[in-house]
């Protein structure tokens, strides 16, 4: 069991067949036996297309959280005599907990598949979920409901992560912007099935025995044609002179021994900064500054998932979107009576214009912020991974310094306004942001997982901040939000975004190019050397089978590398 897991928990990167690579020259590819594929040869493909369907299939996912106005339908439809009990709140809580769990542990084999299988699988399971569910209804039988809201949101998590993770891939000049794009047609997506959803309870006799046949007559389609459209980048893929890794593709090592020497013994997280192909003649000097820059190790994913910078991440990101409860509690509450109406004597038609308008602010936030850091790297030149992690740090500094002004001025209606534009800005713009963070953290192979993961610390950080604060919106939920916000700030500090920080053999943390703590792992052969010029760095003898020397004088055809 325990080396299932282990192989299990390690992604292996597949090479695509040519088949595969001819047919996907063309926009609708369809898998065929014997290693086949179908092609519609018509329309050209372009990346464009892709990350429209990568919109598309994170529209659809907002069905998952629009289904929550069902609650009540159902609890009539189910159990008329049982007023007191909240059953269809209790399914969805259910459903929730699936698809939290599922995107915590399908990445690897999302990665190892590709994204067609992932979709396929993902839609299947979305379809024959809708369909039990719809079954249950006309039925009228409780228990089936329970298969049902285990189906569709394992479906909706691989298509949530495979979108996400294959959209990333495509965009390594504008990771940014391609995150905001597909978080901003998630957002979208649940307020258009929330619209269409009630819509249908509203006009329809009966709406309850045809409901679902309704969705999955628009849903189907969407799925069917984002499977087709959805592919990982061929082997050639150059996008304005950088290939997937975002590597200029001059500076870029050979694709094949990367594959051969790394990617296919799981050590998916390169460092591609030292691995480079140069033209000088003469090789480094051990012990040189020169040679410690050359000391290549190549991550897995589980190492990326154990480490300390990821745990901080996660903290951080759960922080930076638990204080979007304040925005759920009048958005969604919980007697069905907004409480800001008694609380500020508005009237209904104030109460669902902030609603509207905290919306639209929250769908900006998704889209420029994480456009924002791709400016700031192209601007300033700045390292990727540094550039997400001065504006996620950007967004805690904000809630950290306004909550307790918002706090000490809670009675005044126009500042619960700006409190609320502020949180769904912040707390959607970090979703959105995390995404791209992630990729320039741990790569395009181990984005999808730890994007998985890293939903699953949000899902339960909402859960505990909503189990243990049930009173309605006050100055005292706003000094909580402010502590979460700022222990998120502090740990975002020890996001270490250096490689030579984060390939060190041990932990190792700089500051302002400064080293600040260095704790070297013990290792069977403790040969530690130093240069005169290595900035006090302490080189170890790495072990064979973790470090791997790469001459930076060989050439793109014949690449020089020697185990030690």
């Known amino acids: 069991m325990f080396e299932w897991l282990k192989v299990y928990w390690s992604i292996t990167v597949r090479t695509k067949p040519f088949a595969e690579v001819n047919a996907e020259k063309w926009l609708l590819v369809c898998p065929m036996p014997e290693n086949e594929f179908a092609f519609v040869p018509c329309i050209r493909f372009h990346r464009t297309y892709l990350i429209i369907a990568a919109f598309i299939a994170q529209s659809t996912v907002g069905l998952l959280y629009a289904m929550a106005v069902m609650a009540s339908p159902f609890n009539d439809h189910f159990f008329p005599d049982q007023t007191g009990k909240d059953f269809g709140h209790q399914l969805f809580l259910v459903g929730g907990g699936i698809f939290s769990l599922s995107v915590a542990v399908i990445g690897p084999a999302i990665e190892r598949r590709g994204p067609r299988w992932s979709m396929t699988l993902g839609s299947i399971c979305v379809v024959l979920g809708l369909i039990i569910l719809q079954i249950a209804l006309i039925a009228k039988v409780w228990a089936i409901m329970y298969i049902g809201a285990i189906l569709f949101p394992v479906g909706f998590g691989y298509i949530v992560l495979t979108s996400m993770s294959t959209c990333q891939k495509w965009s390594p000049d504008l990771r940014g912007t391609a995150s905001g794009i597909c978080i901003l047609g998630f957002g979208l997506g649940q307020a258009f099935w929330t619209f269409y959803v009630n819509y249908l309870l509203d006009h329809m006799q009966s709406p309850l025995h045809t409901v679902f046949w309704f969705v999955l007559a628009i849903l189907t389609p969407l799925l069917a044609l984002c499977t087709m459209i959805l592919r990982t980048p061929p082997p ?131 889209l420029l912020v994480p456009a924002l850091s791709d400016i700031v790297i192209r601007v300033f030149y700045a390292n990727p991974a540094f550039a997400r992690k001065v504006v996620f740090v950007g967004l805690l500094a904000i809630e950290t310094i306004t909550l307790p002004i918002f706090k000490e001025i809670f009675d005044s209606y126009s500042a619960f306004q700006w409190l609320i534009y502020s949180v769904k800005f912040c707390s959607g713009g970090g979703g959105a942001l995390i995404a791209c963070f992630l990729t320039d953290m741990y790569g395009v192979y181990n984005m999808g997982t730890m994007y998985g993961l890293i939903l699953t610390s949000w899902s339960i950080g909402l859960i505990l901040v909503g189990v243990l604060f049930t009173d309605v919106l006050g100055p005292a939920q706003l000094q909580v939000f402010w502590i979460i916000s700022l222990v998120g700030l502090i740990l975002m500090v020890f996001v270490r975004t250096v490689s030579i920080d984060r390939f060190y053999h041990g932990y190792q943390f700089s500051m302002c190019g400064r080293i600040l703590l260095q704790i070297p792992f013990r290792t069977p052969n403790k040969q530690w050397r130093k240069g005169p010029n290595d900035r006090n760095a302490v080189l170890l003898t790495p072990d064979r089978g973790s470090f791997f020397m790469w001459s930076s004088d060989s050439e793109r055809g014949k690449q020089e590398i020697r185990s030690v």
């Open 236 to 366: 050639s893929f150059v996008v304005h002179g950088h290939d997937m890794h975002g590597i200029p593709i001059d500076h870029a090592p050979n694709a094949e021994v990367v594959q051969d020497e790394y990617l296919k013994v799981g050590m998916t997280l390169v460092n591609f900064s030292v691995v480079e192909r140069q033209t000088a003649d003469n090789t480094a000097i051990e012990g040189t500054e020169r040679h410690y820059y050359e000391q290549v190790k190549a991550l897995t994913l589980l190492q990326c998932v154990a480490s300390t910078d990821f745990f901080c991440l996660c903290i951080a990101f759960a922080a930076n979107s638990t204080i979007g409860l304040t925005f759920v509690e009048i958005a969604a509450p919980k007697n069905g009576t907004n409480p800001i109406i008694a609380m500020y004597n508005i009237t209904t038609v104030e109460a669902e214009q902030l609603i509207a308008v905290g919306s639209i602010v929250g769908f900006a936030g998704r």
